[in-house]
């Protein structure tokens, strides 16, 4: 069974930093793009970051870039998010998501359960 | 950016209705559009991939349609497990999302 999870969110402070963690399992991570997709309470989903299988492949969000650092480490089966400089904006559910194909063609096809982070003084 | 409009923002329906929701891209996203649900607490799921695909294990009463700007979702009879928030999302470029339609239990 396909399953993602993440971890590593919380309340932190305006310019603070926070680093995500998403760990996954019942499928060859390997092979996989893998994105950060995140929902602000009450709100829609906002795409934030995608890294291709081999890590070749990093794009961004507008709203992002700059401030956030998208990684993977292969060998972990683990995906992960550094976010610097955190604004209120940034305050969200978290999601890790699988992409069905190996480039990151946006195909959002397992969602974990989320991570939520709340950026406040 | 690629913007999406999702139309309507919510509607209310009956169990056995048919519900239609539009999404239409800022510029041709050719059959790139995939429809999502999401129920309350939970994570969204891929229901419909490149327009008109359904993905394994979704109910045929779900289906899509359309091409280039104009798109749509259809649920041929309301059952009471599909009460819940729909998104499209173009990936024809970075991807976007719809603001999301409300299905609301009439």
């Known amino acids: 069974e396909v399953q993602v999870v993440e971890s590593g969110g919380g309340l932190v402070q305006p310019g603070r930093s926070l680093r995500l963690s998403c760990a996954a399992s019942g499928f060859t991570f390997a092979d996989f793009a893998m994105h950060w997709v995140r929902q602000a309470p009450g709100k829609g989903l906002e795409w934030v970051s995608g890294?291709?299988?081999?890590?070749?492949?990093?794009h961004y969000a507008d709203s992002v870039r700059g401030r956030f650092t998208i990684s993977r480490d292969n060998a972990k089966n683990s995906l992960y998010l550094q976010m610097n400089s955190l604004i209120s904006e940034d305050t969200a559910l978290y999601y890790c998501?699988?992409?069905?194909?190996?480039?990151?063609?946006?195909?959002?096809?397992?969602w974990g359960q989320g991570t939520p982070v709340t950026v406040s003084s | 950016d690629i913007q999406m409009t999702q139309s309507p923002s919510s509607l209310s329906a009956s169990v056995g209705d048919r519900v239609t929701i539009t999404c239409q891209a800022s510029q041709d996203i050719r059959k790139y559009l995939n429809w999502y649900q999401q129920k309350p607490g939970k994570a969204p799921k891929l229901l419909i991939y490149d327009a008109s695909n359904l993905e394994t294990g979704v109910p045929s009463r779900f289906s899509g349609s359309g091409s280039g700007t104009d798109f749509s979702f259809t649920i041929s009879s309301l059952q009471p497990e599909d009460f819940a928030t729909y998104y499209c999302q173009q990936n024809d470029n970075l991807p976007s999302f719809g603001q999301g339609t409300n299905v609301e239990i009439k």
């Open positions: 998501v699988k992409d069905r194909r190996y480039s990151a063609d946006y195909y959002f096809d397992y």
């Open positions: 890294i291709s299988w081999n890590s070749g492949f990093i």
